[in-house]
C-alpha cells in the first residue's frame, strides 16, 4: 500500500483526514514536515493561517506529489507541476481528487479513464 504523508499543526484536521485517507493508504501523520527514511508517496500538507508563503520554499526540494491545503486563495500560494492547492473548506473527495491528478491513487484502483486511453 502507497505511504502517504500527511502534517497538520491541526489535532482535529489530523484526525479527520488521517481517517479518510488511511481507507486508501498508509498514512503517517506528524504536527510538523520533515524528511523522513520512508518512502513517500505523497505529502498532503495543512497549512496553517500563521504561515507565510515564503515559509514554503522547502516544497522545491519535495521529490514527490503535494497536496496543499489552505484557508488562502489558492491562486496566491506558490505552485509547481507536483503541487495541487485547494483552498478550505476541502472535502475528502476533493483530497483524493487531487492526489489522484497527481498521479497517487490506491494500489489496484486504477484510473479508469488511464484504462480507456490503454485500450483504445
Do not use: I
Not at 49 to 55: I, K, Q, R, V
Amino acid at each position: 500500500m502507497k505511504t502517504v504523508l500527511f502534517v497538520s499543526a491541526s489535532p482535529v484536521h489530523r484526525k479527520v483526514y488521517f481517517q479518510g485517507l488511511a481507507t486508501h493508504f498508509d498514512v503517517l501523520c506528524v504536527p510538523r514536515y520533515a524528511s523522513l527514511g520512508t518512502e513517500v508517496a505523497a505529502l498532503v500538507y495543512d497549512m496553517d493561517d500563521t504561515e507565510a508563503t515564503s515559509d514554503l520554499g522547502w516544497l522545491e526540494d519535495v521529490d514527490y506529489p503535494v497536496v496543499l491545503l489552505t484557508s488562502r486563495d489558492a491562486a496566491t500560494m506558490p505552485s509547481a507541476g507536483n503541487r495541487c492547492v485547494l483552498s478550505y473548506p476541502v472535502l475528502m473527495d476533493q483530497v483524493l481528487g487531487a492526489l489522484a491528478g497527481l498521479g497517487v491513487e490506491p494500489e489496484g484502483q486504477e484510473d479508469p479513464r488511464g484504462a480507456a486511453e490503454r485500450t483504445g
